[in-house]
């Protein structure tokens, strides 16, 4: 007890002390932590938390209300002092600011009602995110409207152009609306045309700019209504008032309506008599209120979709402001120079953002625009300062470590990359004392710094490492942020326009399905129920159809790269099984686990990838885009429409612009209708070398399955134009698999090609695959006749492939190439196909064997037993001398690994002489990757056709009894014994 008296009192002394020491500082130049810690004989940390107990307001913040004080009865003086002799002045008054601080001190100020009004200053002081200032240019121009905007004088020339004929437009202005998708700055471009409008005089100085987010009342039309058009009293329950609406607040000024496709239709027709003669009526009143109203309109929608045609006919003026991956790179670098600027002044430290760093925010999708990357600089300024503290440092170097999400290889076109050359050459050096144009941040986040240095402080004192420490606040800060990021997608209205062509019980089961995954993988997006859902619906279909075909995919290497999400894959496969009674084949399963590994990490989705653009005539093309992103919930595809009367190398070259523009390395696909159009593809590779493949007779259902395929960044083009070309033209039955197998070998005429195909294939048949295939030679010249053939092929056979010169038409069969036969790559393909049908199961005793596997191994690291088990491999004649390398280059690039401690490495298979699998037992385990632990060690030397063993291998290590049974075995004799009884 006396003990923690003896702390009370010290802890009240030291309080004491502190209260005395603040009370006799300079308030103009109040004493920091470290200083008061000297006098005290205390550790700056302490200083802290006493101040914390205490509430206290740091030195920043006390010198912060003296300085307003004084800062006010200057302007007060003069309202239009510049920023220079504003600075001068407050020094004059003995407080050591920087001219930035000053302007940060002016703008505060200027935020408050009673200070705007004494000032009656004309300079704008408060600047958003959207369209900030040109730090090149912002400090040596008067400020006005549309002076603080980047692109004013290049990409957003012609919108300001707009912007201006709308409100000097005798007699009374144009009114307005402006499209784009959320971040653009609409509502940042609407305050400029107000300022605009009271410089020069069209509207009075003392005019209101209202605003109102139709939005925040969407789901409560009345009270949206009596918001914007005030009520009587009794016109609804509770209106126990007249009350004015915010139409009359904003008479003789500018009304601002957000999102106004949320405006529902009455709301809109009331609008029709403000906007005709300028009078309306409150809610339950016969009177009618006249207004002078400038109405200025926003959506992110397609207004021909979402708003009444007798409102849009009454909105003279539309203009759209591109997102930023349609500003030109100039301005998006000004953007980010601008946002480092900000944060240097808040954090009053410099930052030094490496090159790749720049590089990234330069080119990396930003689907949030000018919001979302003011964001992703605002966490990583935030994890660089982080780092700061915990290392002491003066300075802030951000690098790829601090971003939230950054790719190495994200892809460019070379026009892109010629674009950022200039910006990318050495790190930006931003030094808030140098610089000119600083702002204030955004006031949600004026504090996060101070915030970070308080909670590592505290932390290091409770005795928390450094590394948890790290962890901790950065979890944080991205919560802080989050705070102020990028609006939540409406999952739920998306959902029921995919209900319009998907089954709702298939959405409903995949929504669950995927809540369900995301208990497994907590950063797996929910858009990926869009995905899911019509993956199934189309899987659903062609299996009702009977048309569904297996398409080549290596489940094997899947399951391995992917191992946590094919885990997953296959627990979501039963619980859809059992809500949709669909069973999944494996490559379907395969097929959901690079969904969820590609939505589960969002720097997978920054990779190359196919572009898909949709071309036809008319406005149809836009409108079949617009859908699919929609209901993917993506931005992927472009729609180009082409008029009838443009000619065919005007609409060349227009193709060829777009895709040298969004081409990331993977080729474009077209989606066609019909014309012209269909030659565009070779015409576009010729002149840009660009690979291009495509599709005709293109409706909603192929762009949704293009872009749903694409967004896998594994595919190839070629595979998804196939894929959709099966679809789209008929192929392979698979009612009836009691028929017998066959081959079709195709050529011009049926005898030559196809003839010579067959023989050489029954040569190269060393292992007799061929028994029980029927072999059937079709010609292609007359079309409908091969039809007719093909047909009566199928209704008694069941066609396993197609070989030949060409692909013939009525079946889904696999096509083989002549070429693919004879280089062997064909070959490998067919006896895959022929083993699977006409082997019975496989015996492991052909790749595994006693002389293979070795128990009881001690050695303690990874290389140790992967050479070991690759001299058993070579001294028995199963590999050559360098299989072992191309082993370790293959784990250098992400080590190969299951769940219950096994490792699986493996080599080229141009180093394979035959099939063989070593085995090892460890005596303990080794690390093998990211603290995985492994005691269980297969090295697989197997070739591409050796898929047979793959899958028994995987079979038998899919038993948890059986990996038991392993790692307890004591000889070879004993293990080969376990994989040989549990292999079916």
Known sequence: MKGKTNTREARQALQGALQQILAEENKKIPLSDREIAKKLGIRRERVVLLRGEMKIPSCR????????????????????????????????CGYAVSRYAAASIRKALACEPKARMKAASKKRSARHPSMQADPQKGSQEKAGAF???????????????????AILYPPHGLHTLLTGPSGVGKSYLAENMYVFAKEEDVIGKEANFVVFNCADYADNPQLLLSQLFGYRKGAFSGASADKAGLIEKADGGILFLDEVHRLPSEGQEILFSILDKGAYRRLGDTRSIRVHVRIIAATTENIESTLLLTFRRRIPMIIDIPPLAERPVSERYALVQRFFLTEAVQTQRSIRVEERVIRFLLLYKCPGNIGQLLSDIRVACANAFLDSVAKGSGGVAVRTRNLAKYEESVHASKKQEEAIRAYTLQPLVIDPVDQAGAAMVTRHLDTIYHTIEDNVLELRRIGIDDAKINEIVQRKIKEKIQEYALPKEDVGQTLEELCSIVDPQIVVAVREAVEKARSYLPHLQMKLVYFFAIHLSTFSERIKRGAYWNFTLDVH?????????????????????????LDLPPEEIAMMAMYLYTFSHTDVQEKAQVRVIVLSHGRVASAMAEVANRLLNLNDAIGMDMDFNETPEFMLEKVISVVEEVDSGKGCLFLVDIGSLTTLAQQVTERTGIPVACVTRVDTAMVLEAVRRAALTSVRLEEIASALRMDKFGGQDLAGFERPPALLFVCITGEGTARRLQEYIEREDKKGLLQGIRTFSIGALDSAHMKEEVSKIRSAHRILASIGNMRPLGTRAPFISAQEIFSGTGMARLKQLLEEEVIGPVSLTDVLDESNIVCGLGFSDKTQVMDRLAGLLQQHGAVEAGFLLSAYKRESTGATYLSGGIGIPHGDAKYVKRPAIAMACLERPVLWENNFMVDLVFLLALREDDQKYVNAFYRILSNKDTLSKLKAAKTPAECLTVMIEKQF
């Open 61 to 92: 913040a006390r010198r912060q209300k003296a300085m307003e004080e004084d800062a006010f009865r200057i302007l007060q003086k003069d309202p239009n002092l510049s920023e220079r002799a504003f600075a001068m002045a407050l020094q004059e």
């Open 147 to 165: 002076q603080d905007i980047i692109g004013r004088d290049d990409g957003l020339r012609v919108q300001i152009n707009q912007a201006k004929a």
């Open 557 to 581: 290497d899947i399951s391995t790269r992917y191992q946590r999400e094919y885990e997953v894959a296959c627990i979501l496969a039963r619980d859809l099984r059992d809500a949709l009674d």
